[in-house]
């Protein structure tokens, strides 16, 4: 069941998720189960399958990983969600096993069941509070209500990362490209939901001497860029004594990286900024869709280390 086929047209705040959900044991006790609905964003599903045999993985300790099988000559690791959401699932049915790929990385999660595809935008997805967020672990980066139910978008990548940190990492090593933006100190807005990613990107842009401005999504960017717009404009300076490129994911509550994008490309003060993508879901196969919207560059979060580079390729000498 692939779901590989996005159509979506960049730039318009839109996104489709697949629907699943987790039926999990009255938090009241009682007989019977409860609901909870989740989503995942089309473009990281590979394909949904039935429960597939299992091999150990005697090298990852952690409880949340099944094992590993085999599909079409792939060895891919199996994650129980449930057990990764500290949730006590009611087997009321046969699960369902979601494959992801992302950062370039296969993983398969297993659900309970799955329901549908839905488009929605990212104008309706709010970020989820505290108390919202401790409920699945800390895993949950947008919440939004579709017909009569709410359904909560997930940090793949956080989950991902934690149970491999080598797929997440901030390691640079270039010293020469180092002092190259060393003595550029450029400033730089990164924005990206994910508090895990976005420290991870900020640490690496300081490391080569940055200075670092963080929003958590595409309208909070827009907005501070709005404000550093108004100053200069008042000032009579230019925009990049306050900003000299912008660092975005894609994947966002709000306004994603992809509107955020087009936005400035589309205003008169913003546009020579350089935007560079960083998401876990930029591959070559959907590197048209940045492109469309004038991102000067794209790079997969699974080549981090390859961002300073390209900034130091987008900035004046």
Not at 178 to 204: F, G, I, M, W, Y
Not at 270 to 299: F, M, N, Y
Request: proline share 5%.
């Amino acid at each position: 069941m692939p779901h590989n086929n996005i159509l979506l047209e960049s730039g318009t705040n839109e996104l489709e998720i697949v629907e699943f959900y987790m039926n999990e044991a009255p938090r009241k006790g009682g007989e019977g189960f409860e609901r909870s609905y989740y989503g995942i964003n089309v473009a990281k599903v590979l394909e949904i399958l039935r429960m597939p045999d299992l091999t150990e993985l005697p090298e990852i300790s952690h409880p949340a990983v099944l094992g590993a099988f085999n599909l079409r000559n792939r060895i891919i690791p199996l994650v129980d969600l449930g057990v990764w959401l500290r949730k006590k699932i009611v087997e009321a049915e046969a699960p369902k096993i979601i494959v992801t790929e992302f950062n370039k990385v296969t993983t398969a999660f297993r659900v309970s069941g799955v329901t549908r595809i839905h488009r929605v935008s990212w104008g309706n997805v709010e970020s989820p509070n505290f108390y919202v967020s401790s409920l699945a672990a800390n895993s949950i980066t947008g919440v939004v209500k579709i017909e009569d139910r709410i359904i909560y978008i997930l940090d793949m990548e956080k989950i991902v990362a934690e149970l491999s940190p080598q797929h997440l990492s901030s390691s640079f090593a270039d010293e020469e490209l180092r002092a190259r933006l060393l003595s550029k100190r450029p400033k730089l807005l990164v924005v990206d939901d994910s508090a895990l990613a976005r420290n991870v990107v900020r640490d690496l842009l300081v490391d080569v001497g940055a200075r670092v401005t963080l929003a958590t999504n595409g309208r909070e960017a827009l907005e501070t860029l709005q404000g550093w717009k108004r100053e200069a404009v008042e000032s009579g300076r230019p925009i990049t004594d306050f900003v000299n490129a912008v660092v975005s994911d894609v994947e966002m509550p709000v306004m994603d990286g992809h509107s955020l994008t087009l936005r400035i490309k589309e205003d008169a003060v913003l546009r020579g900024l350089p935007v560079v993508l960083c998401s876990s879901i930029v591959s070559s196969t959907l590197a048209h869709k940045g492109e469309s919207v004038g991102a000067d560059a794209q790079i997969s979060k699974a080549d981090m280390q390859d961002l300073p580079e390209a900034l130091a390729g987008l900035l004046p000498a």
